[in-house]
């Protein structure tokens, strides 16, 4: 069983909106609740970035090229963390994964998102 399942992604028009879920279906609550999550993605040939960050106080930090257009959330009885994708440009274009922040060893499958006219 896989430490983050990610899912929700697809292929989208430019401006178009996709909601991405992850589940930390390993961590136990309190674990859960006390660290930041984050979303994190990596495009053909790029290296990972972290993109979305909610902390374990809820406050969030946004790279600056998805601010404004992405939100992140988290849900701690669902131990889920959520990414609301709007505006989506073709840059966006990536597999996206879940992990905490810092990153754990523990990458899940990712999910892919195509922004594609």
């Known amino acids: 069983q896989r430490h983050f399942v990610e899912s929700g992604g697809g292929s989208v028009q430019p401006g178009g909106s996709l909601r991405l879920s992850c589940k930390a279906s390993?961590?136990?609550?309190?674990?859960?609740?006390?660290?930041?999550m984050g979303w994190y993605r990596q495009a053909p040939e790029n290296r990972r970035e972290l993109v979305a960050t909610a902390s374990s106080d809820r406050s969030t930090i946004y790279t600056d090229s998805v601010r404004g257009r992405f939100t992140i959330s988290r849900d701690s009885t669902r131990k889920s963390v959520y990414l609301q994708m709007n505006s989506l440009k073709p840059e966006d274009t990536a597999v996206y994964y879940c992990?905490?922040?810092?990153?754990?060893?523990?990458w899940g499958q990712g999910t892919q998102v195509t922004v594609s006219s």
């Open positions: 992990n905490t922040v810092p990153a754990s060893e523990n």
């Open positions: 390993r961590m136990i609550t309190s674990t859960f609740n006390s660290v930041a």
